[in-house]
């Protein structure tokens, strides 16, 4: 079945530090890849999205490329601020996956801290 | 302005009373679903539904019913609540073609003692 692993958080950053969350999915069909960011208090929200090989999401400074090769969508970043401290969920949906197409599968997120 | 609410925000109950988590969207849209979140789980899905009068089972959906009587709402019911159903919860929507985009509410911390 379909599956998302995420790296082991916490990740302590200081400002201005690069970013990497790394995700690596299972999945039997062609899978579209997303980030979702969770803030403090906050439901999740919709970071970026992929929705097919070599693809590359990007919004608010953050991207991830689809690499189905090494069926990864890596999250980065090239200076995190404090306000970025959030949890990241990579997950998938398959969107010819039959009855699993109206499911989004999450990670189990990682969490970043930023330090001024 | 477009939002997802959830009520009560924090709850905290005895095993065995049975309690309601109301939800509610007003964008119109079709698909909404319940999840639950614990630490080292992510988000599994309790139910989900595709419009008015028709709900599915999702992940993990023991202990759990949910009814979709109006297209804007999607109330979650614990009819004997336990001890292992102490979760954050969340509520979602999103137009039916594009369950990727959902819209998260802002979560209901559900404690049962």
């Known amino acids: 079945g379909n599956s998302v692993t995420q790296m082991e958080g916490p990740v302590t950053l200081s400002e201005e530090a690069f970013l990497t969350i790394n995700c690596t999915y299972t999945a039997t069909g062609y899978p579209s890849l997303f980030w979702y960011v969770q803030y403090p208090g906050e439901g999740l929200q919709l970071l970026l999205k992929?929705?097919?090989?070599?693809d590359k999401g990007s919004n608010k400074g953050f991207e991830a490329t689809y690499r189905k090769e090494t069926t990864s969508f890596h999250l980065e970043k090239g200076s995190v601020q404090v306000s970025d401290s959030a949890v990241y969920f990579c997950?998938?949906?398959?969107?010819?996956?039959?009855?699993?197409?109206?499911?989004?599968?999450f990670g189990s997120g990682t969490r970043l801290l930023v330090r001024p | 302005e477009a939002q997802v609410t959830q009520n009560p925000r924090y709850l905290i109950t005895v095993t065995g009373k049975k309690l309601t988590v109301t939800c509610s969207q007003n964008?119109?849209?079709?698909?909404m679903s319940w999840y639950r979140q614990d630490p080292g789980l992510g988000l599994r899905q309790i139910y989900y539904s595709m419009n008015v009068e028709v709900t599915d089972k999702g992940d993990v959906p023991e202990g759990y019913k949910v009814s979709r009587k109006e297209k804007r709402n999607f109330p979650l019911i614990l009819e004997s609540p336990s001890p292992n159903q102490t979760s954050l919860y969340f509520c979602?929507?999103?137009?039916?073609?594009?369950?990727?985009?959902?819209?998260f509410g802002p979560g209901t911390r559900l404690t049962v003692t």
């Open positions: 992929a929705t097919k090989a070599d």
């Open positions: 979602a929507s999103s137009l039916r073609g594009q369950v990727y985009e959902q819209y």
């Open positions: 997950a998938l949906n398959d969107p010819a996956g039959g009855d699993s197409s109206y499911k989004l599968i």
């Open positions: 964008m119109n849209h079709e698909y």
